[in-house]
Structures are given as C-alpha cells and as structure tokens.
Nanobody
C-alpha cells in the first residue's frame, strides 16, 4: 500500500557531502513522524535523526552540526543532508515514516529499502 524509495547513497571521501532522499508513494492519507536510521556492519540499527509533524528535530550526538533532516510535504519526501562525513558514518541508511492510509486508520511505520553510504579516509 505504501512504498518508500531511497536514493542518494554512494561513496565519498572524508569531509565530503551526500544528500539522501526518501520518497513515499501509494495510499497515503497523512504522514506523522519521519526519521533516518543507520546500521553499520556488526552493529545494531541506530537512530540518526528524527522530525515530527510539528517540525521538531532530534539528532544523534555523533551527527549534530553535520547532518540536517528535512521534509517536503508537497512531495511526501524526506531528506538527510550529510556534510563533513567521516569514515565512521559508513553504514546502510534507512528512512522510516509513519503513515496513515485512511481517515480511520492508525499510523504505521514503513521502512525504505536502505541506501549504502561509504566514507573513505
């Protein structure tokens, strides 16, 4: 019913930038909270940044001042601008969006397919 398609991952040198996108499509009635997670090899998935429907943002300490989460409501798209990238940022990045598919439904969290981000030293 709802699909999230991520784009923008890739290989970049330390100090470089990448901008991830997560486009939602399908039976979308409304969107609530949105977030980016990442999972490095051998590690648990961790929250990178979140954005509430009211516009409140929250960042992991490790990315504060370097990453910016934003959304385009007209396009149902979530972004993650990543600057000053470090090798330790290397991971698969996943978007997570809470979507309601009908006026009487509840919000359900959907996941993107994941985007590989590799930062070389």
């Amino acid at each position: 019913q709802v699909q999230l398609v991520e784009s923008g991952g890739g290989l970049v040198q330390a100090g470089g930038s990448l901008n991830l996108s997560c486009a939602a499509s399908g039976s979308i009635f409304s969107i609530n909270a949105m977030a980016w997670y990442r999972q490095a090899p051998g590690k648990q998935r961790e929250l990178v940044a979140s954005l509430t429907s009211a516009g409140r943002t929250n960042y992991a300490d490790s990315v504060k001042g370097r990453f910016t989460i934003s959304r385009d409501n007209a396009k149902d798209t979530l972004y993650l601008q990543m600057n000053s990238l470090k090798p330790e940022d290397t991971a698969v990045y996943y978007c997570n969006i809470a979507v309601r598919t009908s006026v009487i439904g509840s919000y359900y969290p959907y996941w993107g397919q994941g985007a590989q981000v590799t930062v070389s030293s």
